[in-house]
């Protein structure tokens, strides 16, 4: 438990998050700030940042290489200073498969400053099942790879 914030406050601030991301476009990460700590860092399967820039820079590649990108929570857990949603993504990509829309399930553990902003903000999810296994080329390969692997 952070001893700097209270559960109160930690809700509120975690709400305030899944709000965002629920409602995220290109014009709300001028917002971005307003969450994550100046030094906040961001680690996801490809991505591991420090700072509020380094972090909106991942968001607008995302909305330049993805139709719709959408953020849906569907659980959160909050433990005093952490917290812990559960959500999907939701997106159809760019040069891909566009008409096809695609889903990616996830979580992302948050830990919170005692301003309530996220100071640091990992998501977990298995860019093998949920992304590489849907792109053309290498989709064959990792679906064959995961075959050999199970037996």
């Known amino acids: 438990m952070n001893p700097g914030i209270s559960q109160d406050a930690a809700r509120a601030a975690v709400d305030r998050v899944c709000t965002f991301y629920e409602g995220l476009n290109p014009q709300s990460l001028a ?4 969450l994550y700590a100046p030094q906040a860092r961001f680690k996801d399967p490809f991505n591991e940042v420090h700072g509020v820039p380094a972090i909106t820079r991942i968001f607008e590649h995302m909305f330049d290489n993805l139709h719709e990108p959408r953020f849906v ?75 050999r692997v199970n037996g």
């Open 73 to 147: 929570v569907t659980r959160r857990l909050v433990d005093g200073g952490q917290a812990f949603l559960v959500w999907e993504f939701r997106f159809r990509f760019k040069r891909f498969h566009p008409d096809a829309p695609q889903v990616i399930h996830g979580g992302s553990h948050l830990v919170l400053a005692p301003d309530g902003r996220v100071c640091d903000h990992r998501d977990y999810w298995d860019a093998a099942e949920e992304l590489y296994e849907k792109l053309p080329a290498i989709g064959a390969l990792m679906r064959w790879l995961r075959r």
């Open 31 to 34: 917002d971005i700030g307003a």
